[in-house]
């Protein structure tokens, strides 16, 4: 019995996870895209709290976990490693993987590039 329990749990996590997508694009900071300015002005910054992620010019929203992660990855990122003083680059590329529920992505990992 305790085999097929453990069998179950293996099997239930690895469909999780073969559920989970991968989004490639633009890290923008959501909070300025409420306020309704184009995408191109909204680069994320170190005091970012809310991210989104464009894709082929669709926006979607990080989940409350994906905000945190993504602001981890973009204070932890390379090119700040030399210089943490260094501002950021004009464009934020990002790669998010996660799954979407509606416009929000519920976040599994976030790589800054």
Not at 27 to 47: E, F, G, R, V, Y
Not at 51 to 75: P, S, T, W, Y
């Amino acid at each position: 019995m305790r085999r097929l329990v453990t069998f179950a749990a293996t099997v239930a996590f690895f469909a999780t996870l073969a559920l989970a997508e991968t989004w490639n694009g633009k890290l923008i900071d959501a909070s300025c895209m409420d306020q309704q300015k184009a995408a191109a002005t909204c680069n994320p910054s170190s005091t970012t709290t809310a991210f989104a992620i464009q894709v082929e010019g669709k926006m979607f929203r990080l989940d409350q976990a994906g905000n945190a992660k993504a602001a981890d990855a973009l204070k932890n990122r390379a090119d700040r490693s030399a210089d943490p003083n260094a501002p950021a680059p004009a464009d934020v590329s990002a790669k998010i993987t996660g799954t979407k529920d509606g416009e929000t992505i519920k976040v599994d990992t976030v790589e800054v590039k």
